[in-house]
DNA sequence: CTGTTAGCGCGTTCAT
DNA sequence: ATGAACGCGCTAACAG
């Protein structure tokens, strides 16, 4: 008498069949209507299992009229694969940057992922986030957000993959994709100082970012294989409005740099057009402006800015890709998939002013 | 014997309990741990029940001893909630506007409920959405996208809210949250005949899309109400790119307007760039731009679009509220939350050339 | 190839 | 206030 339980709960659900408050049709239901088993119907819906025509078709018809689909949330309670994957993003990133978000929920859609979205701009958002992301049993986790230490190890320790997007810790091996532009600074700046500029000044992004912390580096090694002074700082915030702050704070004092390189493109947008429309300045004839990036709009026929591009398609394909086989190999060795750069040249760069 | 079952299928579960590969705690582990029963365990983490304190600070201390948190999936089988709701954007819409995803997720986590991501870009995309999202027993549908009328009757037969965000079909009810751009653009094509402008182009949007129709249709009645003649006509797809095409079309011929208004900010800003930058007419001299939507970067310096803002934070707020309503009364009456919009002056349009 | 059986981890009666 | 028992919807052994 498995299939007849008594229903003290919501006994209007058979009492009213027809009214709009029925309930969704479960294996058990397909089951009965097509004269076989629950297991009979669970194996239909099951990728690789070995079924008569004849069986299948019975389900299938009988799932059709009853408009049944299997239940995701119950399948991963038992398989113990949700096929969720939590994806972190700070706001800043995905205002400046939605391609990033966009093509890792295609790769991931692709793969039979399901993306469960977290913004996370503090750490303390981080620490709710993952403990989220771990209740909701979460298959894995793709950070292109702050996270620390101790959350990854958190992480870790409960078995959940994390795959790390540009942003890694020193001496901690991690899964990570990441762009390392470093060839394409050393190409800018000999470009820059080949151009006649001598005074570079570098708009940086949040003290604890780890992508800024990477480019100010590569940045002042690159000037000091030139032999080229090292550059006046700004500590900006990622934001176009934090780009103009600083155009005016470089660029109002004496000896001002007659080459701004700014951390991400959106900084170089604000420091562009505040030097051109509210200071006055011809950019490149005045000063010469260069980023990283390579977004979208930084292409623009308002811009056109020199910038250093991250293939951030294949990029969001190779995260997914770990993603994956970290999913089924849980024990393998932490991997790092680097990918190359590309100078992106614009017409925010000339010579020098005399 | 209920909690010493034979484990056939993980016997290393126990054999070797500080390896690596331990699985999760439960409720029972919990229980166990301190001595009490898994149902109490339960009820601790529920917030309105009636514990001890005396159990309530024994269960914590085991919970807490092995980071034990409810499976929030397994809680989602049995209450029927699974506290996700499924969120649909177009590449499109995420890609020029991403406040509003953002916007929309900080005010459904700020109620409890995850996102889950889908970005649909097609009706046969969003076919394939729906059936995901329900396999996943969301609770609800918030679309920014693109639904046709079948799709949203599967939804709603099988009990999921659907609230629609800037869309909506006419003749039908369904929860909607929509900017009211009417007396806006009345004003602002007021001021562009006041400004002696009498030749108007119009970029729209992609055919199907309502918001652009709705545009569309709004603009048109403007300049009937200012006995000017209807505007010459330019189908974009809502992107950069397509505003830069539509200019060089709208421009070129003999009799070219002086007034364009573009269905998006995205279009505004390549029509405005190709304008200046490629056609060298100067804007607002030579034509004059406006838009909608009041995106950041349609105040960026280098464009000070004339726009018509819709008012996001609250809009997804509003979105959100709806959603919650919904989940709770399923049956209640559809209702259509109207915002108003506000004019945007910017720089970009001026006096009608003589 | 098919049906039977036993849980996945939890919330929720119903007794006590 | 607490515990025993049940079942949410499904997959996976196992037996036939």
Known sequence: MVNS???????????????????????????????????????????????????????????????????????????????????????????DYPEVLFRLT???????????LFTVDSEADAEGVIEQAWQFQVDGVISASHLSRRQYETLTQRQVPVVFFNRYFTNMPTDIVYCDPARQVGELVERLVGLGHSRFALIRGPKANMVSQERERLVEAALADQNVNGPAAFFGDFSYESGALA??????????????????????????????????????????????????????????????????????????????????????????????????????????PA
């Open 5 to 95: 339980p008594q229903r003290p709960k919501a006994p209007e659900a058979q009492a009213r069949p027809s009214s709009g408050r029925r309930r969704r049709a479960t294996s058990y239901d397909v089951a009965r209507l097509a004269g076989v088993s629950q297991s009979a119907v669970s194996r239909c819906f099951k990728p690789g299992a070995s079924v008569s025509k004849a069986m299948r078709s019975k389900v299938m018809r009988a799932a059709e009229t009853l408009h049944y689909r299997p239940n995701a949330i119950a399948r991963g309670l038992i398989t113990q694969r949700s096929h969720l994957i939590a994806v972190l993003v700070s706001g800043r990133l995905n205002f």
């Open 106 to 116: 295609e790769a991931l859609s692709a793969r039979g992922l399901r993306v469960l």
């Open 247 to 352: 155009a005016d704070a470089l660029l109002t004092g004496s000896e001002p740099p007659t080459a701004i390189i700014c951390a991400n493109d959106m900084m170089a947008m604000g420091c562009l057009d505040q030097t051109r429309h509210r200071l006055g300045r011809a950019v490149p004839g005045d000063v010469s402006i260069a980023s990283f990036d390579g977004t979208h709009m930084s292409q623009f026929a308002s811009y056109e800015i020199t910038t250093i591009r991250q293939p951030i398609v294949r990029m969001c394909e190779a995260a997914v890709e770990l993603m994956s086989s970290r999913a089924h190999d849980p024990g393998a060795e932490r991997e790092k998939r680097v990918f190359e750069a590309q100078l992106l040249p614009g017409s925010s760069i000339a010579e020098a």
